[in-house]
């Protein structure tokens, strides 16, 4: 149980156009979910917070208009990154909790890359 | 502010014992992760410490101390899989956002 998944794994864009990121619980209701960056050998910074059917919380120094998030429903989120610059490749991980639990289950990443 | 900090790397001999130590001032808290990471996935769940004490778990134990702000996480009978980033979190007490550490890379040898 508590399995994420992330749609893409990989992208590849051009600098300027915009990338969807999914992310979906599917096996529970996920109040609440986690967008991370990671860049190389480095840790996960948290991106924002979304909670289903309300505007997402962002981060200190994460720009709104930019890094685009919908929670829609209890089982998915969407992360779109507008105007994409090769400084926006990154590896994007998103998580999920229910209700219920105080674990965060991670989904797989997405990796992108923008020339 | 959040403050976390672990040795970002250490390396082992297959069937030796590691422990990874982490540091954390953080501005509240609630509860101390570990998590695995290998290169280029998502990361796993090791385990979760809100009160003082040793949590034992197989091959992996976490211990926790409040008073001092720190933790560690400490690998038995290593094997060559165990390679990968170990991550320290803190969770924050009014909301379920995690503070992670940079991470450590633990490399095992044979």
């Known amino acids: 149980g508590a399995v994420v998944s992330q749609h893409p794994s990989r992208v590849i864009c051009k600098s300027g156009t915009s990338v969807k990121i999914e992310c979906r619980s599917l096996?529970?209701?996920?109040?609440?979910m986690f967008w991370y960056r990671q860049f190389p050998k480095k840790s996960l910074m948290l991106m924002a917070t979304?909670?289903?059917?309300?505007?997402?919380?962002?981060e200190q120094g994460v720009e709104k208009d930019k890094f685009l998030i919908n929670h829609a429903s209890l089982t998915l989120s969407t992360l779109t990154v507008t105007s994409a610059h090769p400084e926006d490749s990154s590896f994007y991980i998103c998580?999920?909790?229910?209700?219920?639990?105080?674990?965060?289950?991670f989904g797989p990443g997405t990796r992108l890359t923008v020339t | 502010g959040q403050n976390i900090d672990q040795p970002t790397e250490m390396t082992a001999t297959e069937g030796a014992i590691v422990q990874i130590n982490c540091t954390y001032q953080?501005?509240?808290?609630?509860?101390l992760f570990w998590y695995q990471q290998h290169a280029g996935e998502a990361p796993t769940f090791l385990s979760y410490?809100?009160?003082?004490g040793l949590e034992e778990k197989g091959r992996f134990s976490s211990f926790l101390s409040r008073s001092k702000g720190y933790s560690y996480l400490l690998l038995k009978e290593l094997q060559m899989k165990d390679s990968a980033s170990y991550l320290c979190?803190?969770?924050?007490?009014?909301?379920?956002?995690?503070?992670f550490g940079a991470g450590t890379t633990v490399t095992v040898r044979a």
């Open positions: 998580s999920a909790r229910s209700q219920a639990s105080y674990e965060q289950y």
């Open positions: 096996d529970f209701q996920a109040t609440t």
């Open positions: 979304s909670n289903e059917g309300s505007k997402a919380t962002y």
């Open positions: 953080t501005s509240g808290f609630n509860g």
């Open positions: 410490n809100v009160l003082d």
């Open positions: 979190a803190v969770k924050e007490p009014n909301d379920y956002k995690l503070s």
